[in-house]
């Protein structure tokens, strides 16, 4: 069964940066697509970035500019990070990591729903 654990947020002031990291346990042994997404209060959950541990190019959400970059785990590592820089108060949001299902490449139109393992999350607030 695989577990995610995300951990990096805080609070920021506004141009600053984080760098989150999900931590994966379990099943690591396996491919996954994982992704990430964040939900402000009051909104809907939107997605962020995602990349395959097995390679290949990281897909972003189209309102991504360059500010963000996700990373896949490699030679052994068992974590995957997103690295935010000039952060805006609206990038203040609960950031959540997340694992796609087994033999899924992040391939398509990689909603929500394509994911079925999710960290709790972690906060980010941008002020």
Known sequence: HVQLVESGGG???AGGSL???CE???NTYSRHCLGWFRQAP???RERVAAVYTGGGTPRYAAFMSDRF???APH???SAT???MTNLTPDDTALYTCAAGKLGWTCAGDWKASDFEHWGRGTQVTVS
């Open 81 to 83: 990070f997103l690295q």
């Open 42 to 44: 009051g909104k809907e």
């Open 19 to 21: 760098r989150l990291s």
């Open 75 to 77: 030679n052994g590592e």
């Open 24 to 26: 994966l346990s379990g």
């Open 11 to 13: 609070s920021v002031q």
């Open 69 to 71: 970059t996700i990373s």
